[in-house]
């Protein structure tokens, strides 16, 4: 059974960093297709970034590009997010993802919230 756990979560003033972890169990994070999204309130979940496996190519999407890094761990078999200068808008709840044999795995969610 894969099992995804999100922390790293918090409130943070605008311009600060955070890093966002995911521990994963069932599968190896660094052969697989890994993603975070994000769902702020009163909106709908949306692509955050997304690394393939062996680490070859990430993409992003347009309004973390440049502020946001994706990356593994394969000793810990972790995702990471690295958040910088972070924006109110980035205020939401940040998930993991993996479509893994079949199946769509989310976690549980961290959550960001980026104010003054």
């Known amino acids: 059974q894969v099992q995804l756990v999100e922390s790293g979560g918090g409130l943070v003033q605008p311009g600060d960093s955070l890093r966002l972890s995911c521990a994963a169990s069932?599968?190896?994070?660094?052969?697989?297709?890994m993603s975070w999204f994000r769902q702020a309130p009163g909106k709908e979940r949306e692509f955050v970034a997304r690394?393939?496996?062996?680490?070859?190519?990430?993409d992003y999407a347009d309004s973390v590009k440049d502020r946001f890094t994706i990356s593994r761990s394969y000793p810990k078999n972790t995702l990471y997010l690295q958040m910088n200068d972070l924006e109110p808008e980035d205020t939401a709840i940040y998930y993991c993802?993996?479509?893994?044999?079949?199946?769509?795995?989310w976690g549980q969610g961290t959550q960001v919230t980026v104010s003054s």
């Open positions: 993802y993996v479509f893994f044999r079949g199946h769509h795995v």
């Open positions: 690394v393939t496996p062996g680490g070859s190519g990430a």
């Open positions: 069932g599968i190896i994070v660094t052969n697989s297709h």
